[in-house]
């Protein structure tokens, strides 16, 4: 069993940063491939990023590419989306989701809004 906790959401500016973090407990996430999602009100979860657990390779989607950074931290238990030049469209629930061998966690969410 894996328990996950995101943290690091807040009220930031368009343009501002903030780094997520996904801290997992019960088990090393050595194995494991890590996403993180969004959800915006009144929008489907969407998935914006992933790790690979095996060789560390990483994946964006178009709308967050070249803003946010994957990264894990292996020692720490922890991954992390740094996201830079947040824009009002990045305002949505965040999610990161741990996936191995068909066994598949989530955490509750960290909310994120972008607004002046």
């Known amino acids: 069993q894996v328990q996950l906790v995101e943290s690091g959401g807040g009220l930031v500016q368009p343009g501002g940063s903030l780094r997520l973090s996904c801290a997992a407990s019960?088990?090393?996430?050595?194995?494991?491939?890590i996403s993180w999602f969004r959800q915006a009100p009144g929008k489907e979860r969407e998935g914006i990023s992933c790790i690979s657990s095996s060789d560390g390779s990483t994946y964006y989607v178009d709308s967050v590419k070249g803003r946010f950074t994957i990264s894990r931290d292996n020692a720490k238990n922890t991954v992390y989306l740094q996201m830079n030049s947040l824009k009002p469209e990045d305002t949505a629930r965040y999610y990161c989701?741990?996936?191995?061998?068909?066994?598949?966690?989530w955490g509750q969410g960290t909310q994120v809004t972008v607004s002046s």
């Open positions: 989701k741990a996936m191995t061998d068909g066994y598949i966690y």
């Open positions: 019960g088990r090393t996430l050595d194995y494991y491939d």
